[in-house]
């Protein structure tokens, strides 16, 4: 599990990869990722906007921008949280992706908080540690 933390705001991700999806013999790989976005401030928050880098291991990257995530702008009153699961497909065995939401609180300020840098890897990928 990934986890970051920006203004009492915790962010967690688990990414799966889905063999059942992928294809091999055709390059494609495909993860499933759940995240959860936890206040453990002491205001109401509202999710805005996404941003996401996507980068495969042969170095191709990809800038995904939306309203919210999975069609929501949830809002997260002090100590809730929100979980979602999305997807993402690579033309490689192997990726990473990072991100961030752009929040805003009650009293109408928009800030940044970081989702983790979070790695992509299928059972085909092997790591080499140095």
């Known amino acids: 599990m990934y986890r ?3 203004r009492q705001i915790e962010v967690t991700v688990e990414p799966n990869f889905l063999p059942e999806r992928s294809s091999i013999e055709k ?10 976005i936890t206040n453990t401030g002491d ?3 509202q999710l805005r906007t996404r941003h996401w880098i996507i ?3 042969s170095g191709r990257r990809q800038e995904v921008r939306g309203d ?9 009153a002090p100590g809730q949280r929100f979980e979602y699961t999305s997807g993402v497909p690579l033309q490689t065995a192997s990726g990473f992706m990072t991100g961030r939401y752009q929040m805003e609180s009650e009293s ?3 800030f940044e908080i970081e989702v983790p ?6 059972p085909e990928h092997k790591r080499t540690l140095n």
Not at 68 to 76: I, K, S, T, W, Y
Not at 117 to 122: A, I, K, V, W
């Open 55 to 57: 980068t495969d291991a």
């Open 27 to 36: 390059c494609q790989y495909f993860w499933s990722y759940t995240i959860a």
């Open 108 to 110: 109408g300020e928009r």
């Open 68 to 76: 919210g995530v999975v069609g929501e702008q949830p809002v997260l």
């Open 43 to 45: 205001e109401t928050v």
């Open 117 to 122: 840098t979070f790695s992509l890897d299928s």
């Open 4 to 6: 970051a933390i920006t």
